[in-house]
């Protein structure tokens, strides 16, 4: 299931057996899969262990899983299933001893999410806003152990509408942790342009709906990536 700018009301559900799709996206030469349990997004706890333990026993590349972590007793019960990243969103503004205890852990499986609307962070499932800013939350955590930052534009997400490059790349400036963009991915374009940007610290993108719809190909994708290598 997909979400509209993280809205629960307008959602999109593509299949109903997500082993089946991680399967499919493997088989296309997906080199990690991103997956968010939104329901534990939103109530802030995980709700889809089950699902979400099925698709590491089938899956044959990295997984990174998010949503609704809180405490370490469910960061512990994600990497013992198999998962590789563990995402920390909105507990990252409210348990700071928790991310740094984590990262002292796991630090190499932590992935910092950093989700805004308007150039302010929103939590729980972004139903909430605060007045951070995604620079101070991310500079905050740097020289921690981070493996990367996911920075995700909310009013851009699901949309198609393009990738913030501009936010992004001031993000990726901004501090020494690697960051993945998320939100908006449209078509081949936005790839291109985001390859234009590598050098400023970004690694990587995060696409759904463009996939879904067929806006973007996975194969083109790679091989644009592998080309400019």
Known sequence: MRLLQGDFSQSTVYSNHPSDIAAQWQEKGAKRIHVIDLDGSRDGSPRNMDVIRELARSADIPLQV?????DMKTVESYINMGITYVILGTVALKDRAFVLDACARYGGNIILAIDARDGRIAVEGWTESTNQSPVEIASSYENCGLESIIYTDIQRDGTESGVNIESTKLLS????????ASGGVADIHDIERLLEA???GIMGVI???ALYTGALKLEDAIARVSASA
Do not use: F, L, Q, W
Request: cysteine-free.
């Open 66 to 70: 998010g949503g609704g972590i809180r």
């Open 173 to 180: 400036e901004s501090v020494d942790i690697p960051v993945i």
């Open 198 to 200: 590598e050098a400023s």
């Open 207 to 209: 696409t759904g709906k």
